[in-house]
Every structure is written in structure tokens, then in C-alpha cells.
């Protein structure tokens, strides 16, 4: 970018607009200021800030007189004040600068920036020339330049929404318009603390090589580091952008698994409830199976109880069979017994009889020779010796007679 | 069948020659005279047994007298004498011993043509000419003849068969005629018992009969026949010296997975033994599985459905998972309550067991067991003390018109007759308070008979065993405590009833018991 790229961006129309005193009353300051805490030394915010501010200042510049340009209610001049700074102020705003603190207001004047005369060490114009027409600010900065050797500028380069910022430049057009006086940027000193865009400006007598050096020194570590910051950028970018894909690549992965997985998922659940129905079939089937079991168990048990009562009996049963078969033969031995002695004594019987009849007959014998002998007898019976004879047959007669009643 | 001839075998080496002319005569003066007498002499160092021999010979053509060359020993001139018999039977006459007069006209009467081996009654014959310690044997009793000698004098074999198993064998002499017996019997059809004492066996000092630790050789010659005898007949087992000189003791072993069932009726019954409080079936069931190795069992216990959940609690902590409890809800019935057992038992053989016993023997169920494995062997009883050591049971005896126990009320440190008390024998019928019978014959004889429920099933179970053709043995070394009685004071009377019921069915065993003819 070249100093004429610059300023050809510069040259933007430039109304003549003016804004007077009274656009900046008690409604300016309550609601244009950023926040709503009351613009007020009294408040801790504002006073901590302009505290902060006053003290970078001494730091920087060491003053002993300072006129703060716009100074509103003064607070930095209160501010500086209290750092022992020999501070005063102008404002355009009546409003401000009588309702300011009664122990800052002796210090404060109403008047324009452009009306500012006297010598100062250090002249602070805050957030002011963009308030002012094209015109008054050349004439402010022109009345400043001569009030003092250093002057502390801040004002805001792009804050257009600000009604009464009629004037908004870049701090390049303020720097050259102060250029053009004899007044150059303090490079060596940064004034974040205050603004982005605050530029403290000196009155010196610079070569064209003191320029140069002061701001090349600036651009030189400008440009390496929006270098190296751009290569990191574009480092970064690079990574995100493979992190991207990764993360991309990794929800379509995921989308995928995710997929894969409703779908198994799927799957086992739609086995489970197969399963689960299997399972609830076969305890169906158990349970039957444990029924006919039972069942066949009961069945079972009453056939081993026929079987071994039949058992029983069948045991009783051949008890009683080789009983009766013994019982048999035993009777079968006795009767045999008896039959033997009933034999025994048929024979004996017969033997008797056999007996008897030896005995018959030779009864018989006896009785025919008895016979014989009785007619002897009676032939004798008739002989002298008949008595005697008598007497010794009478024994047999008698053996006689009972052998006929057999 | 013609009538028998008889080869009277007698080898003879050295005896007393008045001694020798008394054993031939005692052969002269047999009533029964189709024999001849085969004499040996095994090279006598006397010329004058030989002398005499001869003289015999001469005397009567039915004497033949054989001289071996030189001595052979016994089995060697009994051999000999073998060779020469011409006879369908031959009889084993020592060259000292008698015969009685009517020996072998006994002998002739039961032979018959079935009949392999005859064996008689024996006794001995002193010094003095007395004859005393008359051996009266038991009826033909395997078991018995393979823990002792027993047939011994007089022993009449078919000589057929003598010749078919290959005579006798030197090697096993001393118990020669031991081991020629054991492979006659092992082939032969019928034995038959003469209960007669037709010999007399003359006791000489140095002869076996006198002193029986007089031939130690003969009882290890006795246990290698006995050794070669079990393997034959393929008995698992082995030979040892018995308890007394002249018995044996075979120690069986049992398949380990033959499954036994012990089957214990009980009542929860419990009382004092030896001073001390007990639960009877716990201890009979816990001394019973501590004093087995068998490890293939299950207890069956029918108890009443009064016993306490206590002692079955109890019960299945001391048999653990071999327990099997069957509920018994009717009247005292104990044939009932076993027969229940059985039908819920699964054993090859079933072990009938009383719960107020205390196991005594180690491996009692392989002893009382094993013997079963043989098919003719129904069943077999222990040897039951009372608490006193006094005996309660060993074998039953079935004769003089009563049925009653063997030994009974004796002290346990008798021998018995002739040693049968130390040894397995046949007998005719064991107690039911521990028996064991395999499976088939329980099913077969149908089990205890519940119209006993008390007394005497046990005798009508022998019986029926016996009916069937099976061998009931009396086993010596499963021995036990039996404290009868404590468990049931209703039926320790026998009722008359029951003495009716048995003689009903097997009549009354009039005469002699078969097995134990002990006066």
C-alpha cells in the first residue's frame, strides 16, 4: 500500500458540518457515551480510567501545565490535577463544563478548540476534532500547534454512527495535517492505554531520513509479524481445514458406524425377540416335557410297584409251589410208608391165615387121631383098665371141643 | 449191574510181620468174596515179609504179590498194584490196617453203575487191640474234602477211572491217595458215603495216624494237590497250611465287580453290648463295610416306617451312596421284609444279613461269597459267636426229629469233630441271620417263605435250596458276632405251629443228620 493509496483513500466528502455547544447537554452525555455509568467523577469507572490515563501521561511527558481541548466535565483534568499537574480545560458544552465537579470547575472555561491561545507543555484533544467541522478542526489544530510543542491526539477513525461525529478521518489524515505544522508522531510511544488510534505529536525538525527511519522502524516488525501471522493463519486455516474434513470424515464415519450399528442393532434386537420367542417356546416345551415326565414318572413308579408286587408274589407264589411240591413228596414217602407196612402186614396176614390153616390142619390131624384114639378108647372102655385110660384122655377131649368152635 | 469185583491194592514196605498177617487175614475173612488182593512189596529190606507175601499166595490163589526190583515209594508200588488190578473197583488197603469182616460186601451193595467212588466210615485201632476215635463222616461234601483228607479209610475207586486220570503221582507222595481222590471226584458222576466204620486204621508210632505232625512233607505235597485241584476246576484262589494239621484253607478271590447286595432287615432297634449303649444296625453296617474289601456293594435296608429319620440320617452317613432304604408298613414278618430287600436289590448275590451282628472277619463277603461263583453251590452261612464268645451258629443240624444249630452254646475255641469248626464244610442248612445265596436260586427257591415270619425260615430256605440239587456251605472264616435276640423278644419262642408247618413240608428229619453225625 502506497502513501498515495493512502490518501486517495482519504478523499472522501466532507460535508461542512458543524455541531455547537448545546448537542453535547446533559442527553449527550447520558446516553452517548458507551455505558451507562453516569459520565461523573463520582464514578468509579470513569474516575479509575482517567486516573489511569493521567498517570501514563505524566509518565510519558512529564508536564508541568496541561490544557485538555474538549475536556467535557473535566475529569482528566481533575484527573491530572491530582497527579500535582498544573491542568485546566475548555469545552464547547455549557452543560458540561458548569455541571462539572466543584473542585475542577475553577480549572474548566467554556470555549471552542479552535479558540485555544496561551502556552502549555502538553495540549490533550480527546475525542474532539471529529466533532468539529473540516474547517474548525484545520483551525483547532492550528491554534494548538501554536498553544503547545506536544499534543496529545485521539480520535476515533470509524465510529460513523456517533450523530455528531461529523468528521471522521483515519490517523493518517490527522497525522499529516499535523505533519504540515511541523509536528510529528511520536513512534517510539504507544497510547493503547487511552484509544487504538491516540497519537502523541511533537514539534520537531525532522530530515526526510528521521521519517523514514521512525516509521519504517514501525513497519518493518509490522510487516513480519501480519507475515508470520499470515503464514500461521494460513497454517491454521490448513488445519482446520484437514480437521474439518477429519471431523467431517469422522461424523460421516460415525454416521456410518452409527448406521452400521442401528443396523446390527437392529439385527439383535430382532434376534432377541426371535430368541426371546424360542426361548418362551421352549419353556413352553420344558415345561410339557417336565408334565409328560411327571407324568411318565408316576406311571413309571406304578409300574415298578406292579412289577415288584408282581415280583413279590411270583417269589411267594414259587415258595408255595416247591412247598406244596415238597408237602407232596412227603406224604408221597409216608404213604409209601404205610403202603410198605400195610404190605407188610397183608403178607403177615397171609402168613397168619397160612398159620392158622398148619394149625387147622393139624388140629384136624389131632382130631383124627383123637379120633382114632377115642374109639381105641372106647374099645378100652370096654377093658378092665378103662378108668385109668379115662383120666389120661379127658385133657384132649376138652382141647377138642374147643378146636370145633374155632 | 453184575456184581462188583474188587482189587484190593496193597503196597507193603517193612511192616511188622504179625501186623502184615493180620491185614491179609482181615482180607481172607471178608464175607463178601469176589475180590482179589494185589500186595507190593516196595524192595522190604526183610526177606521175610517177602516170605511171608508168598506164603499168603500160595495159600489162597485170590492173593497175587507183586516184587518190585528195587523201592519205588508208595504212589510208584501203588501203580504197580494198579497195573494188576483186574478188577472193576479197586480198594486202598494199608499194608497195617484191617478191614472190617463185611467191608466189601457194604461196598458191593451201593455200587451201582453210576457210582465212581465209595468211601466209609474209620476209625482207629491202638496198641492194645482196641478201636476208638471213630471218624463219622459226612455225606459226600466237596467243599469240606478240599480243607481235609476226610474220605480217607476205607476209599474204593473205579478202576477205569483211576486209569483214565493217570493213577497215582509219585511226586505228590505222602498225600498221594489225597491228590488221586481230588482227580477222581473232580471226574466222578456219583459218590457215595457208607456210614459204616469198615476200617480200622492201626495206629503205629512214626505213622501218620498216630502223630499227625509226623509227615510234614504230606501237607505240602497235600497243598501243591490242592493248588493243581483249584486251577483245574478254574476256582480263583490259593492254598495255605490249615489251622490244624491235616486242614487247609483255600483263600478264594472274587471278580471286583461281582455285585453284592446285603440285604438288612431292621427295626432301629438298640441295647447294651459289652457294657456299651449302641444302635444296632449302624454298627452291624459300619463293621460290615469296614471289615470288607469288596467294594462292589449296596446296602439294602427295610426298615418299619417307625424308625427315626435320626438313624436313617445316620445310616447314610456310615454307607454313604452304597444305601439303598427301602419302607416296611406291614406286620413283623422277617422272610417279608427280606424278600422286599431282594426285590429291590440288583446284586449277583444277595447277602442276608441280621442288624444285630458285629463282622468279626476280614473280607467276610469274599469268604462267604466266593464260594458261589461254583454253580453247585447254592448258598453259604457264617460263623456266628454270641457276645460271650460261645457259639450261636455253625451249620445247622437236621436230624433226631429236630432242626436245631450245630455246636450250639459251646465255647468258640472247640475244634469240632475231627476239625469242622476250623474248615468249610457242607452242611444242611445255615442260619438266615447272615447268608448269602446268588441271585438265580433266591429267585428259584422263592425266596424266605413268608408263612414263616419268624422262626424256622431259614431251615425251610435250606431245604428248598437242597431240594434243587445245590450245596449249602457253612463257611469257617466269615466269622461274626450275632447278639440274638436283643432285637426281638416276640418270636425268640418256637411256636408249635411252626414246628407243624416245616414238618408238613419236609417231614420230620428222623435218623441222622447227613453232614454232622455227631451223636
Not at chain 2, 346 to 374: K, Q
Amino acid at each position: 500500500m502506497t502513501a498515495t493509496e493512502d490518501l486517495a483513500e482519504d478523499l472522501r466528502p466532507t460535508p461542512n458540518l458543524i455541531t455547537e455547544g448545546t448537542d453535547y447537554a446533559e442527553a449527550y452525555y447520558r446516553t452517548h457515551l458507551g455505558i451507562d455509568e453516569p459520565y461523573d467523577w463520582a464514578s468509579p469507572h470513569w474516575r479509575s480510567f482517567f486516573t489511569t490515563v493521567a498517570r501514563h501521561i505524566v509518565a510519558i511527558t512529564n508536564p508541568r501545565t496541561v490544557l485538555d481541548v474538549g475536556c467535557a466535565r473535566g475529569l482528566l483534568v481533575q484527573a491530572l490535577r491530582e497527579q500535582g499537574i498544573d491542568a485546566v480545560g475548555v469545552d464547547v458544552s455549557e452543560f458540561a463544563v458548569h455541571s462539572a465537579h466543584r473542585d475542577v470547575r475553577p480549572y474548566l472555561r467554556v470555549a471552542s478548540a479552535s479558540d485555544v491561545v496561551g502556552s502549555y507543555d502538553l495540549i490533550t484533544c480527546i475525542e474532539v476534532l471529529e466533532h468539529m467541522s473540516p474547517s474548525d478542526a484545520e483551525r483547532a489544530i492550528d491554534a494548538m500547534c501554536r498553544a503547545a510543542d506536544r499534543i496529545l491526539l485521539s480520535s476515533s477513525p470509524s465510529d460513523f454512527v456517533e450523530p455528531t461525529h461529523v468528521n471522521v478521518r483515519e490517523p493518517a489524515a490527522w497525522a499529516a495535517a499535523f505533519a504540515e505544522r511541523g509536528f510529528f508522531r511520536r513512534t517510539d510511544v504507544d497510547l493503547a492505554f487511552l484509544t487504538p488510534w491516540a497519537m502523541l505529536f511533537e514539534r520537531a525538525n525532522l530530515t526526510h531520513r528521521d521519517v523514514v527511519y521512525r516509521y519504517e522502524h514501525q513497519l518493518y516488525p509490522l510487516r513480519v509479524e501480519v507475515l508470520e501471522k499470515r503464514a500461521a493463519l494460513l497454517d491454521s486455516y490448513r488445519r482446520a481445514t484437514e480437521l474439518e474434513e477429519k471431523l467431517a470424515a469422522a461424523e460421516l464415519g460415525r454416521d456410518v458406524q452409527g448406521e452400521t450399528l442401528r443396523q446390527e442393532n437392529e439385527h439383535l434386537r430382532s434376534d432377541l425377540e426371535h430368541l426371546t420367542t424360542e426361548r418362551d417356546a421352549l419353556r413352553d416345551l420344558a415345561e410339557r416335557l417336565q408334565d409328560q415326565n411327571r407324568e411318565l414318572e408316576a406311571r413309571l413308579n406304578d409300574e415298578i410297584r406292579v412289577s415288584r408286587d408282581l415280583r413279590s408274589r411270583l417269589l411267594t407264589s414259587r415258595d408255595h409251589a416247591i412247598g406244596a411240591e415238597a408237602e407232596a413228596a412227603t406224604w408221597r414217602s409216608r404213604f409209601e410208608t404205610l403202603n410198605a407196612s400195610h404190605a407188610e402186614l397183608a403178607q403177615a396176614h397171609a402168613e397168619l391165615r397160612e398159620y392158622a390153616n398148619s394149625l387147622e390142619q393139624q388140629v384136624q390131624s389131632y382130631v383124627w387121631s383123637l379120633q382114632a384114639l377115642e374109639r381105641r378108647l372106647t374099645e378100652l372102655h370096654a377093658s378092665e383098665s378103662w378108668k385109668l385110660g379115662y383120666a389120661i384122655v379127658r385133657p384132649f377131649a376138652l382141647l377138642l371141643g374147643r378146636a370145633r368152635r374155632r | 449191574m453184575t456184581e462188583p469185583f474188587f482189587s484190593i491194592l496193597t503196597p507193603v514196605y517193612e511192616p511188622p510181620l504179625d501186623v502184615l498177617r493180620e491185614t491179609i487175614e482181615s482180607v481172607l475173612a471178608q464175607s463178601f468174596t469176589d475180590w482179589e488182593l494185589i500186595l507190593v512189596d516196595d524192595r522190604s529190606p526183610s526177606d521175610a515179609v517177602r516170605f511171608l507175601l508168598h506164603e499168603f499166595e500160595e495159600r489162597d490163589p485170590r492173593i497175587r504179590v507183586i516184587e518190585r526190583p528195587s523201592r519205588g515209594g508208595i504212589a510208584h508200588a501203588s501203580n504197580d498194584a494198579l497195573a494188576a488190578a483186574r478188577g472193576t473197583f479197586v480198594a486202598l488197603l494199608d499194608h497195617d490196617d484191617l478191614l472190617a469182616p463185611h467191608a466189601l460186601e457194604s461196598v458191593a451193595a451201593v455200587v451201582a453203575d453210576d457210582v465212581d467212588y465209595i468211601y466209609t466210615d474209620e476209625d482207629k485201632l491202638g496198641p492194645d487191640g482196641r478201636f476208638f476215635d471213630t471218624f463219622r463222616k459226612p455225606d459226600w461234601s466237596p467243599e469240606r474234602f478240599r480243607h481235609q483228607m476226610y474220605t480217607c479209610h476205607l476209599s474204593v475207586l473205579r478202576t477205569e477211572l483211576v486209569r483214565q486220570v493217570g493213577g497215582f503221582r509219585p511226586e505228590f507222595d505222602g498225600s498221594q491217595d489225597y491228590d488221586l481222590v481230588l482227580r477222581v471226584t473232580e471226574k466222578a458222576r456219583r459218590v457215595v458215603h457208607i456210614p459204616d466204620t469198615l476200617y480200622h486204621w492201626r495206629m503205629i508210632p512214626g505213622s501218620a495216624a498216630a502223630d499227625p505232625h509226623a509227615k510234614p512233607y504230606a501237607y505240602v505235597a497235600a497243598q501243591r494237590a490242592l493248588q493243581e485241584h483249584l486251577d483245574r476246576l478254574n476256582i480263583k484262589g490259593s492254598v495255605e497250611i490249615g489251622p490244624a494239621p491235616g486242614t487247609y484253607r483255600i483263600k478264594r478271590t472274587i471278580d471286583p465287580r461281582l455285585r453284592v447286595s446285603i440285604i438288612v432287615p431292621t427295626r432301629g432297634a438298640s441295647g447294651e453290648v459289652w457294657g456299651e449303649h449302641r444302635v444296632y444296625v449302624v454298627e452291624a453296617l459300619r463293621s460290615a463295610l469296614e471289615h470288607t474289601h469288596h467294594d462292589s456293594i449296596e446296602v439294602i435296608v427295610v426298615y418299619d416306617v417307625e424308625t427315626s429319620i435320626t438313624l436313617l440320617e445316620e445310616l447314610k452317613t456310615v454307607v454313604e451312596d452304597k444305601l439303598i432304604l427301602v419302607a416296611y408298613d406291614e406286620p413283623f414278618n422277617f422272610s417279608r421284609k427280606c424278600n422286599r430287600g431282594f426285590i429291590a436289590s440288583s446284586g449277583d448275590v444277595v447277602v442276608l444279613l441280621n442288624d444285630d451282628i458285629e463282622v468279626i472277619s476280614d473280607d467276610w463277603i469274599t469268604e462267604l461269597v466266593a464260594p458261589l461263583t461254583e454253580m453247585s453251590v447254592g448258598m453259604t452261612g457264617a460263623y456266628l459267636l454270641y457276645e460271650n464268645s460261645s457259639i450261636q451258629h455253625a451249620g445247622h443240624v437236621y436230624g433226631a426229629g429236630v432242626w436245631t444249630h450245630a455246636y450250639h452254646g459251646i465255647s468258640s475255641d472247640n475244634v469240632g469233630s475231627f476239625c469242622d469248626l476250623l474248615i468249610n464244610r457242607e452242611c444242611v442248612g445255615v442260619t438266615a441271620a447272615c447268608c448269602a445265596l446268588r441271585r438265580e436260586v433266591y429267585e428259584q427257591v422263592g425266596g424266605l417263605c413268608e408263612k414263616l415270619p419268624g422262626n424256622y425260615n431259614d431251615v425251610d430256605l435250606s431245604y428248598k435250596v437242597r431240594k434243587l440239587g445245590y450245596r449249602v456251605l457253612w463257611i469257617a472264616n466269615a466269622r461274626l458276632f450275632h447278639f440274638e435276640s436283643r432285637t426281638r423278644t416276640d418270636a425268640t419262642d418256637i411256636q408249635q405251629w411252626e414246628r407243624d408247618f416245616v414238618a408238613r413240608r419236609w417231614g420230620i428229619p428222623e435218623g441222622e443228620d447227613p453232614y454232622l453225625r455227631i451223636g
